[in-house]
């Protein structure tokens, strides 16, 4: 089946680095996307990798392995805006997106 | 303001009812697409649109129906709610091409009783 794992929660320190890794399971890959929810709010995008390595988006940063069928997540000098739940998705061979289920961030002062 | 528009922002619904959650774009997306959202699982698609005319089945179809009259409406039917159905439901569009982000509306908060 396909699968797609990251851990439920994780707590950093407001100005600390944080990495929220991801694995997946999909029949054919097309693709990794990383989204971000605010509590009560929409899913927005924040990236899409599809090759192997490191794509860098000011303080956000996204890694592919495809033959690990992994992924992270790096969010750098960290502020209390980014508390909130950070999502993974797949796109399998059939371009349907498989989610995983979220990483809640919890910034602390 | 170009987006997604998602109606009601939540409801409250007795068991048995039918109940159309409306979604509506202004981006000219040929992609359409409706999920749900449940505490502790990831989002899961109920019914899709690649373009106006056509519809295709999610992950979680039962007990919903979509209609996709022109590009820029896309609304789900509950044809008689069942308590599983509360759920957080979320309308999301894209550009056509696999590989394009979804931009998501704010979301229904639906209740069934």
């Known amino acids: 089946g396909q699968n797609i794992d990251q851990p439920t929660e994780m707590t950093a320190t407001e100005g600390a680095i944080v990495q929220i890794n991801c694995t997946y399971q999909?029949?054919?890959?097309?693709?990794l996307f990383w989204y971000q929810q605010h509590a009560g709010e929409a899913p927005t995008f924040l990236s899409y990798?599809?090759l192997d390595g490191l794509e860098e988006k000011g303080r956000f940063s996204s890694f592919l392995s495809r033959s690990k069928g992994y992924s992270y997540l790096l969010l750098k000098e960290l502020q209390m805006k980014d508390s909130a739940s950070y999502l993974c998705?797949?796109?399998?061979?059939?371009?349907?997106?498989?989610w995983g289920a979220g990483t809640k961030l919890i910034i602390k002062p | 303001i170009a987006g997604i528009t998602q109606a009601p922002t939540s409801q409250i619904l007795a068991a048995g009812r039918r109940m159309t959650l409306r979604c509506t774009q202004d981006?000219?997306?040929?992609?359409m697409y409706w999920y749900r959202q449940d505490l502790g699982l990831g989002l899961r698609l109920i019914h899709y649109?690649?373009?106006?005319?056509?519809?295709g089945k999610g992950e979680v179809p039962d007990g919903y129906s979509v209609s996709r009259a022109n590009t820029d409406d896309f609304p789900l039917t509950l044809a008689s709610a069942v308590p599983s159905q509360t759920s957080v439901y979320f309308c999301?569009?894209?550009?056509?091409?696999?590989?394009?982000?979804?931009?998501f509306g704010d979301g229904t908060r639906l209740s069934i009783l």
């Open positions: 999301a569009s894209s550009q056509t091409g696999g590989n394009q982000p979804q931009h």
């Open positions: 981006m000219r997306h040929n992609a």
């Open positions: 649109s690649n373009t106006a005319g056509t519809t």
């Open positions: 999909t029949s054919g890959f097309n693709g």
């Open positions: 990798n599809v």
């Open positions: 998705a797949a796109l399998d061979s059939n371009y349907q997106l498989i």
